[in-house]
């Protein structure tokens, strides 16, 4: 369970929350402090109710520069709207992945706005204008985010990463106290056991996480709470891959015409050539 605290600081002519998240220690859990966003970063969490998708806004308040994460293709007007209210110029749309449930709104905001440019993994096996690999990092202002291969879900699965604000987007790979299915597109249950093990809960137990999905109304959880309360990723490897292989979920409505539309939704392409690179600046 989350608690807020107030406190006032010297610093501020406010009474700012300080959230503390659940952690655990060889004398039992105690509640560890979060980091705090920097005054120059904005982040923004949208959703969409049909396929209960996140999209997220980050942005360098001082140049203006931003990222979304995972748009959704029916509101992308919504996503353009804002970053006009805020004055903001998008320099990327990203995904996180090929996504199943719905078409991204990469391809509709690059219409919008031309200098915008898409964003996946190479291993994705998508086109895009960059395509990233593991280490590469995203930049927009003076920030950036660093890229941490997550397959299993899919392939292409990346985790994003903010050291400096403390979060993380973990796409489907990690779910609020759960993780994406892993029974098509290339899906996996032991690669993807292995790439939270590997790469998320080796973050600080206060790293904030936020997922591309979440059909509880949750918004946001902490790598110390899923090491503690994930009911799937906190069992041995044999039995999460017996739990992976027993869901028997339908398939998603929309995988015929998401999947094959973002494989190339989202192309920058001048005088027939494509311009990919693993490095975003």
């Known amino acids: 369970m989350l608690c807020v605290l107030r406190r006032a600081t010297s610093h501020s002519r406010s009474i700012l929350p300080t959230i503390y998240s659940l952690v655990s220690t060889s004398s039992g859990r105690k509640m560890s402090t979060q980091i705090s966003f920097s005054p120059d970063f904005l982040f923004r969490q949208f959703f969409d109710r049909e396929s209960c998708t996140y999209t997220y806004l980050l942005a360098d308040v001082n140049s203006k520069e931003a990222v979304l994460i995972d748009p959704v293709f029916e509101l992308a007007e919504r996503d353009f709207q804002i970053l006009k209210e805020l004055d903001l110029k998008l320099k990327y749309a990203m995904n996180t992945h ?113 997922p591309a999905h979440d059909y509880k109304g949750l918004t946001v959880t902490t790598v110390g709470e899923e090491k503690l ?53």
């Not at 660093?146 to 994003?160: A, K, L, W």
């Not at 403390?166 to 993780?179: H, N, Q, V, Y």
């Not at 929309?254 to 001048?270: F, L, T, W, Y």
């Open 98 to 210: 090929v996504h199943a449930d719905h078409v991204t709104g990469t391809g509709v905001l690059k219409g919008m706005i031309p200098e915008c440019r898409s964003v996946i993994a190479k291993s994705s096996g998508a086109r895009a204008d960059i395509l990233v690999e593991p280490g590469s990092s995203v930049v927009f202002g003076r920030h950036s985010l660093e890229v941490r291969p997550t397959p299993g879900h899919t392939n292409g699965c990346v985790t994003y990463v903010s050291h400096e604000q403390g979060i993380a987007f973990t796409g489907d790979t990690l779910l609020i106290r759960g993780c994406g299915r892993t029974d098509f597109q290339e899906g996996c249950p032991k690669m993807l056991y292995n790439s939270v093990h590997s790469q998320i809960f080796t973050l600080p137990d206060n790293f904030k996480l936020y």
């Open 229 to 281: 309360y994930n009911a799937r990723l906190t069992k041995t490897m044999d039995e999460f891959v017996q739990i992976m292989e027993n869901l028997n979920l339908a398939y998603p409505k929309k995988i015929d015409v998401a999947v094959p539309s973002n494989r190339v939704c989202g192309i920058q392409e001048i005088l027939g050539t494509e311009k990919n690179s693993g490095n975003t600046s």
